[in-house]
């Protein structure tokens, strides 16, 4: 596991042996965790963000939107 991104609110790990990616929104306390097609689909979607547009402010409400609907609450056993 490798910690790629990390923010005030999200948290972005690579398993690169499980070729898959996990999005931790620390806020709302959601996880989402994607791998095959689908995180090669958000690989590239954050690889399209213009340069002007990568600061924390936008990548956050990039990953915002990405987890919204889809992202599994976070429960403490």
Request: aromatic share 14%; proline share 3%; hydrophobic share 40%.
């Amino acid at each position: 596991m490798n910690v790629i991104y990390n923010s005030d609110h999200f948290w972005i790990l690579a398993y690169p042996a499980d070729q898959g990616y996990e999005l931790l929104d620390k806020e709302l306390q959601r996880t989402l965790f994607l791998q095959g097609a689908s995180a090669w689909h958000f690989r590239n979607a954050m690889e399209d963000i213009p340069a002007e547009d990568r600061d924390q402010e936008h990548i956050d409400e990039f990953l915002d939107d990405y987890c919204e609907g889809t992202a599994s609450a976070i429960v403490f056993h």
